[in-house]
C-alpha cells in the first residue's frame, strides 16, 4: 500500500510471495516473489533494534525498480538497486520517523564514503566491469541512493514523486538505461538536469568541503567561505550545486540558499547579530564530505540544538578539542 501510494502506481502483479532459502543471505528478488535468507524468520516477538522491514521493503520496491522496469544492460544496475535502496530509506523515514529516517540515509551515505575510502571510487554508470556482480557494491546501492535524495531537493517532493510514477508507467514491462529515465526528468519538469547526472552519475568521487566564516557586525553579515578540496587526479569534478544555509541568532532562524559553483568562493549573507550558529546543508541533502572548524561554544549551542544529524556532528567535532 505504501509503494502504490508513493509510486502512483498499482502493484502490478496477481500476487506476492515471500521464500526463504538456506542459500540466500539477504534478498534477492524476482518477479511477484522475494527470495530471503533464513535470518528473516523472526521470534514473534522480534528484538525492536534488528528486524529485516528495511531489507523486506528494499525487496518489495524491486517489484517496480528491477521488475517492472529492469535494466538494459549492467552498467545501469542503479535502476534496479538504487531506486529500491533509496525506497527503504522512504519506508523507514514514513514509519518510523524523520530521526530514525534521517539516521538511515546518513548510515547509507556513510557506507558508500567507506567504500570510496578503503577501495575505489567510479562513476555510478560504469560499463568497464568484468563480472555482472562487480557493479552490486555501494556506489550502485547507497550512493545512487543519496543522488536520487538530492535529485529530490533539486527538483522538490511533487516533481521528484511525478517523475518516478511517469517514468513507471511509460517504460512498464520494458527495459531501460539511464537516458530514459534523464529524459522522464525534462518531460516532467521541462528542466534539463544533464549537468547533474554528468556530475555524479557519470564522474567518479564526490564534493569534499573545507568551510569558515567570520561576523561583521558593522556591516552586519556573515562572510562564509567554501572550498572543494576534493582530489581531482581521478576525474572527480568540481561541483556546482545549490545548498541551504542556516542562520540561527537570538531572534531565529533564516534560511538562504546558495549556488556553489566554483574551487573558492565566498558568500555574504546578512544578520543583525552574530550567529549562535552556522549551519552548512540544512536539511543533510547532500552527499558530501565537510571541516568546518567552530567554536566550542557554537559546537556545544549545535549539539543541542540542531537536528539530529547536527547534532551528532557537532559532538564529534567536541571530542577532538577534549585535551
Known amino acids: 500500500d505504501f509503494f502504490n501510494k508513493l509510486y502512483n502506481y498499482k502493484y502490478p502483479w496477481a500476487k506476492y510471495d515471500q521464500v526463504i532459502g538456506p542459500q540466500q543471505g539477504g534478498g534477492a528478488e524476482a518477479t511477484s516473489a522475494t527470495i530471503l535468507g533464513l535470518g528473516a524468520v523472526r521470534h514473534k516477538r522480534p528484538d525492536q533494534d534488528d528486524n529485516w522491514e528495511r531489507i523486506i521493503a528494499h525487496e518489495i520496491a524491486h517489484q517496480w525498480w528491477g521488475d517492472l522496469i529492469t535494466l538494459r544492460s549492467w552498467e545501469h544496475t542503479w535502476m534496479n538497486e538504487s531506486f529500491a535502496t533509496y525506497s527503504d530509506y522512504l519506508y523507514t523515514r514514513a514509519m518510523k520517523g524523520e530521526e ?8 547509507k551515505k556513510n557506507q558508500y ?25 555501494s556506489h550502485t546501492y547507497p550512493k545512487g541512493a543519496a543522488v536520487l535524495h538530492m ?24 527495459p531501460v538505461d539511464s537516458h530514459d529515465f534523464f529524459i522522464a526528468v525534462k518531460e516532467v519538469t521541462g528542466r534539463n538536469m544533464d549537468w547533474f547526472f554528468e556530475q555524479f552519475i557519470f564522474k567518479p568521487g564526490h564534493p569534499v568541503f573545507d568551510i569558515s566564516y567570520r561576523f561583521d557586525p558593522e556591516e552586519k553579515n556573515i562572510i562564509l567561505s567554501i572550498k572543494q578540496v ?16 542556516a542562520l540561527t541568532t537570538s531572534e531565529g532562524k533564516e534560511l538562504h540558499e546558495i549556488w556553489i559553483t566554483k574551487e573558492e568562493e565566498s558568500f555574504t549573507l546578512p544578520t543583525d547579530s552574530k550567529p549562535l550558529m552556522v549551519r552548512f546543508d540544512e536539511g543533510n541533502w547532500l552527499l558530501k564530505e565537510w571541516s568546518f572548524d567552530k567554536s566550542k561554544e557554537e559546537l556545544e ?5 540542531d537536528d539530529i544529524i547536527g547534532r551528532r556532528w557537532a559532538e564529534k567535532q567536541l571530542q577532538k578539542k577534549m585535551p
Do not use: C
Open 100 to 107: 530514525k529516517g534521517a539516521l538511515d540515509l546518513e548510515g
Open 113 to 137: 564514503l567507506r567504500e570510496a575510502h578503503t577501495k575505489y571510487m567510479r562513476p555510478i554508470v560504469y560499463p568497464y566491469w568484468n563480472r555482472p556482480h562487480d557493479n552490486f557494491d
Open 151 to 174: 535529485l529530490r531537493y533539486q527538483l522538490g517532493d511533487d516533481s521528484f514523486f511525478r517523475v518516478l510514477s511517469h517514468f513507471l508507467h511509460k517504460h512498464e514491462f520494458q
Open 230 to 245: 576534493q582530489d581531482q587526479s581521478i576525474g572527480t569534478p568540481i561541483y556546482k550545486l545549490p545548498v541551504q544555509i
Open 301 to 305: 549551542y549545535q549539539s543541542k540544538n
